[in-house]
């Protein structure tokens, strides 16, 4: 009896703490997990960050800006600037809040307004712009067109697309490059899809499925658009937090980047554009920085912040969107800030 | 201690459900509605995580919160804008620094959400309130008790106003609205909407006709439907 008692003294408490303690170890290592989730979620993308922010090498040429002031006025002052191109020593700058673009020369002095005063083209919330190195290229959004200018604003032709392409919702231009073989390319983000139009404006092809998709099926509100020197097609793919290169045949054979906000990832892609090696620009409105790709994919790094060196350093935009690169400059189109230029590194 | 213990875990457990009924609540409003913006296939993305990116995320909301130069681009403004600026949606004006834009006090807390919530559609607009194109009335409790009349039938008075089209998407930044009854479609009613815009409106009134100062004319949203009524 004293020995049996004796016996299960010993035993007894530590019956009871091991019923305790799986109780309390579970809590314990609930709060633990919890803990580490919490600091996980917290810490890894600023130390992500941290760790893959790199500076690609360029340099601040020139900044015209200057905030935006009453409808119309000849100024050099954009109201949600969106694209900009360089044709004959001069810049052609899409004012789109204003509905016209403004000619400036290299120094940002303006030179006059393309406002559908003196006959020129009429715009409606126009949102992209592309050159043939003869002719201007305006996607008037607002009027589901894209026109072709001469440089002094007349109008040579006029594609309306709500008769080149019918779809199950309007077309709405928002991204416009010309295509290798002459013809268009127009983003329709409403409608999931990229049109390939032939010279003449007659409808070659549809790129996409017409429905919001990822991967290869097809885009998510796919916006500004580029073509490089060989021929292949780059898109915005904006919902879908990529860039994706397009083959000839207009097939997805690569991706640039991938939904996020840190160096590297996507967070809201606007435009894109391509320099003669390959590399690959992609301005991001909500990162507020213009990200550099090698034309394999690898991250090169980003555009856009006050010390280069340092990706939570201010960032010099506001709300980039427009990319045109020529030569050695790239060209940023701030929705706020204006028109950055800046000289490309050429050892990179 | 086994007590504190159990109703700690018990805590823990609770709010870790709540924020998963309220994801997957605000999840299920958002499916069907214009935000409903996820993409299908391999390398799709939820609808969800067209705002909230799960991964490679620094914003507190899980979506960016990078330093821009802008100081009066913050808060929530950024993330609307970021589609809301003629690309995925039509509606730069939703934040147009040349536009007078309804006044937002982020230090209190108000900002987009104060009249938007963007996973409840009910009303329209994903706007908080029912009362539709008065809205207005939600939070300046007296507007249209001494004002102006609305929902009126314009019929019934026989006006008929010049500029009914107000449409910023198109680049038409003048114009007044009627309404139909509910306040939720286009009709023939006076609505606070009418004249006011809380975007892109005109003098700190937010009137969707401002003062036509070429002309002289100071009242040009009044002889938009009273001709002849009002001096210039």
């Keep these: ?348 | 201690m086994k007590l504190a213990l159990t109703v700690a875990l018990g805590a823990v457990l609770l709010a870790l459900a709540t924020s998963a009924w309220l994801a997957l609540a605000d999840q299920g409003n958002v499916l069907g509605t214009p935000h409903d913006l996820g993409s299908s296939g391999a390398g799709g993305v939820s609808s969800c995580e067209t705002c909230h990116v799960p991964h490679e995320v620094s914003g507190a909301a899980i979506w960016e919160d990078g330093p821009r130069s802008d100081g009066a681009f913050a808060g929530l403004t950024p993330v609307c804008y970021s589609c809301h600026d003629g690309t995925v949606a039509n509606g730069s004006y939703v934040f147009d620094a040349d536009a007078v834009q309804h006044p937002l006090d982020r230090e209190a807390g108000k900002d987009c959400n104060m009249c938007h919530d963007p996973h409840v559609s009910d009303y329209g607009s994903f706007l908080l309130f029912p009362s539709g194109a008065n809205l207005c009335q939600a939070c300046h409790e007296h507007a249209g008790e001494n004002d102006h009349p609305v929902n009126v039938n314009l019929r019934d008075v026989a006006f008929a106003p010049l500029d009914t089209r107000w449409d910023p998407d198109q680049g038409d930044f003048s114009g007044t609205r009627l309404w139909d009854a509910t306040g939720r479609a286009g009709s023939e009613y006076t609505k606070c909407l009418t004249c006011h815009s809380a975007h892109a409106g005109s003098l700190e009134s937010f009137l969707t006709i401002g003062p036509d100062i070429e002309a002289g004319i100071s009242s040009a949203l009044c002889q938009n439907c009273h001709r002849g009524e009002v001096d210039k």
């Design chain 1, 1 to 348: 009896m004293f020995a049996t008692h004796e016996a299960h003294l010993p035993t007894a408490p530590s019956v009871r703490t091991r019923a305790r303690f799986p109780a309390a170890g579970l809590f314990v290592a609930a709060l633990l997990v919890i803990a580490v989730i919490i600091v996980t979620i917290a810490a890894s993308p600023w130390q992500s960050t941290r760790e893959r922010a790199a500076a690609f090498p360029a340099s601040l040429s020139w900044h015209v800006t200057a905030p935006a002031h009453g409808y119309g006025a000849l100024t050099t002052e954009y109201r949600q600037a969106s694209d900009l191109v360089k044709l004959d020593g001069r810049f052609f700058v899409l004012d789109t809040g204003n509905s016209r673009i403004l000619v400036q020369d290299s120094h940002g002095t303006l030179l006059r307004a393309i406002d559908g005063a003196d006959g020129g083209a009429v715009l409606r919330t126009p949102m992209a712009l592309a050159t043939d190195g003869v002719h201007l290229y305006v996607a008037n959004t607002g009027a589901s067109q894209v026109l072709a200018l001469e440089t002094d604003g007349q109008v040579t032709r006029t594609l309306d697309l709500s008769s080149i392409a019918p779809a199950a919702r309007p077309v709405r231009p928002v991204g416009l490059a010309l295509a290798p073989d002459g013809g268009l390319l127009v983003s329709d983000p409403d409608n999931n899809r990229v049109l390939h139009l032939n010279p003449d404006g007659t409808l070659l092809q549809v790129l996409g499925s017409g429905v919001r998709a990822g991967g290869a099926e097809g885009f998510n509100a796919p916006a500004g658009l580029a073509v490089d020197a060989a021929g292949f097609t780059y898109v915005v793919d904006t919902l879908n937090g990529r860039v994706v290169k397009l083959s000839p045949a207009g097939s997805i054979i690569q991706q640039f980047g991938r939904p996020g906000d840190t160096a590297g990832t996507l967070s809201r892609p606007k435009d894109v554009a391509v320099d003669a090696a390959g590399k690959v620009y992609v301005s991001d409105t909500l990162l507020a920085a213009v990200q550099v790709f090698a034309p394999n994919g690898d991250y090169l790094g980003f555009i856009g912040r006050q010390d280069p060196g340092d990706a939570h350093s201010r960032s010099l935009f506001t709300a980039p969107a427009g990319l045109t690169v020529v030569g050695d400059e790239l060209y940023v189109v701030d929705r706020f800030a204006g028109v950055f230029a800046f000289r490309l590194s050429e050892s990179y």
